[in-house]
């Protein structure tokens, strides 16, 4: 359905009728009818108990968007730093379906070409960032925004921070999310309250 909604981006406007913008939109609504009520619950069902099963299978996800990139014409190779099993294995499922959606605005609004993009595990904090060139002509394409909000919530929700810019035809996105540790005791056990 994105390979679809970029096919209807990519067509020349003298090659367009009234129908393409008209078709893109119930794309979109359709793509977003399928993220929020099929998508997302299903990744609650598919966790797995492995921990290894699921830090694996969220790297292959990554490596095979960032494949169907590489057929859209971008150019580059996922980077994931440290250890996935420092992390809760609860915030997985959040953090593929954010990156999913880091890599589809790259397809969606990017020029085929060089991208990046970085996901790093540290002991306190996890880190994405994401870069891509973009045309000037995607500055005046109605954008519903879906991706960006599903982001943003996502940050907002584990006490992140998200910035984006966008300059001389680069788009860059950089998000920072706290990794929540156990609460250490400041008693020792024997002392009363």
Known sequence: MTYAILLCRKKEPSESSD???????VLMQALHEL????????????????EEDTHKLFQQHIEAQCRRLRTLGF???????GNLSAMDKSLLPPLQT??????????KHGKPGAFAFVLSIESDEVRIFASN????????????????TLIQDFAQQHNGTMTINSENEEWSLSLTIPLAHQVKLMFSPTEKL
């Open 133 to 148: 060139l973009y045309s000037d002509a995607m500055n005046n394409v109605p954008e519903n925004h879906y991706g960006t």
């Open 19 to 25: 129908t393409l913008p008209q078709i893109e939109q």
């Open 98 to 107: 954010v990156c999913t959606e880091i890599l589809n605005n790259i397809a």
């Open 75 to 81: 150019t580059g190779t996922p980077i994931i730093r």
């Open 35 to 50: 993220r929020t009520q099929i998508i997302s619950p299903m990744t609650d069902e598919l966790k797995t108990d492995k």
